[in-house]
């Protein structure tokens, strides 16, 4: 499935189209270049779910956290460009993570590529011209 958002106004509409997409998926891979609005596609979806907190990039951290007071929900938003090996994933304890049946959003997984879980799903997400941006959801 393609999505295609024009610009930060219509991103509301791309992601909500891509919560359909997604369907049942709780382990769900980001890929695109820096800059390609993956942690912009992550605020909206936050905002989407009714989470509590804002989300914001876990460059540094590596997972945040959020959760719904509203709805109970929790989601996990990872970033592995700092990762040097997948050791270091599992040191975080990333399958507990995806064992969790929670939301996983990951950012930079060709650093742990090698340590997906069969259930993956692919998002490549790619800035095109004036901004628009391309989502592809692996069918």
Known sequence: MEIIIKDMDDMPRGASEFLEAIGESRIVALRGKMGAGKTTLVAELMRQLRMDDEASSPTFAIANEYHSSETGQTVYHF???RLESSAEAYDI???DYWDSGNLCLMEWTENI???LPDETLFVDIEELEDGVR???VES
């Open 93 to 95: 304890g990333i399958e």
């Open 79 to 81: 970033d592995f460009y």
């Open 113 to 115: 590529e090698d340590i």
């Open 134 to 136: 391309r989502i592809v």
